[in-house]
């Protein structure tokens, strides 16, 4: 009697001593972000690359910063909103964090690039680069605040994920490609587990993923195909094809990371399911506009050169940004990017699950 009871103290004890309660923490658990421009605040104003990866120029950043920051939109990005929620400060871009700012997270993303390190290869921050840079802050954060204190940090925190869109936008100059399109989706989701599982050695256990929107309907698909009479306007369904295939991998691949290592949590944003809807109903969601974008010029303003700092030079802004869906004919205005955030905070099954953000903040670790 006495030793099974001691040995239920001891089992109690022990239980305690591994569980890291994340919502009794003193502070809200970390953001770390990772991936591409959706994602990017600035990272890539301090690397070698060409305008066209970039957004530190006029009228970025017009409505809410008043400054272009680097942030691919009019305004905020997603991390910028989840960090509100949570009750976070801004989470800064890993080229701003100097020796201090990092304990609230850190955003690794760079516009242009995809899973594959051929993407944007010498012009972008690769996925497996991030990882490094996440490796080098974890060290430093252990320095900081000691073993025991960033191991709590880095398994209560949030890890969120935009990357493979642009895997799909490589490959679409190219009409030799040498893979099939189930070896390419291999190559993909296997580079990106590989990177999930760096996270993970390094004690990151709850993962936010964004699956892909349907590519082929982006205006700058819209509009190029229309320019060189391909389509008429209409989306590039082999486009959006592939941005399927990518996300019915994805979860799979994430179930069976789940079934591999041991307190592996994950959630996806059903970005597609999201997009579709508000692309195809836009005043249902309160916008006026989601065919033409913002900034840009040709057909639906869909050509890519808001800023005129890029390849293409002419660009036309429009007036009421508050009225469209797109800010340019790639990226989504602050107003959808605050929608989508939203949801990923506290909306239903239908678009994140198996947790939203505001109780995968809260789980247990
Ligand atoms: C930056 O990239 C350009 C090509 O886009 C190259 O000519 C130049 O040498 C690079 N500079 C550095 C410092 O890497
Ligand atoms: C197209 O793909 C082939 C085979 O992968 C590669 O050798 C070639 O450099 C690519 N061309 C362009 C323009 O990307
Ligand atoms: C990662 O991608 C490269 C191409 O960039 C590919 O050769 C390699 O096999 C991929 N790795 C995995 C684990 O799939
Ligand atoms: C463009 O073509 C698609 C399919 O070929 C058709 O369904 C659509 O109505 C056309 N749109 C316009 C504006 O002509
Ligand atoms: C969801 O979260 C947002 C952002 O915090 C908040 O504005 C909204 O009221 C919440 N909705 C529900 C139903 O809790």
Redesign the pocket.
Known sequence: MSTLFHFCIFILVASFATTVLCHERPHQAALFVFGDSIFDPGNNNYI???ADFQANYFPYGESFFKYPTGRASDGRLIPDFIAEYAHLPLIPPYFEIGKKHFVHGVNFASGGSGCLAETGR??VIDLKTQLEYFKDVAKLLKKKVGRTESKQILSCAVYIFSTGSNDYFALLPNSTFSFSDNEYLQMIMGNLTSVLKGVYKDGGRKFVMLNLAPLGCLPILRALNLQKGVTNGSCMEEVTNMAKMFNSALPKMLKQLEKQLPGFKHTIFNTFKVSAETYDNPTKYGFKISDTVCCGTGPFRGIFSCGGKGQVKEYELCKNVKDYLFFDSVHPTELAYQQCAKLMWNGTLEVVAPHNLKSLFELST
Do not use: E, K, P
Request: aromatic share 20%; net charge neutral.
């Open positions: 070698n690359t060409t010498g012009f």
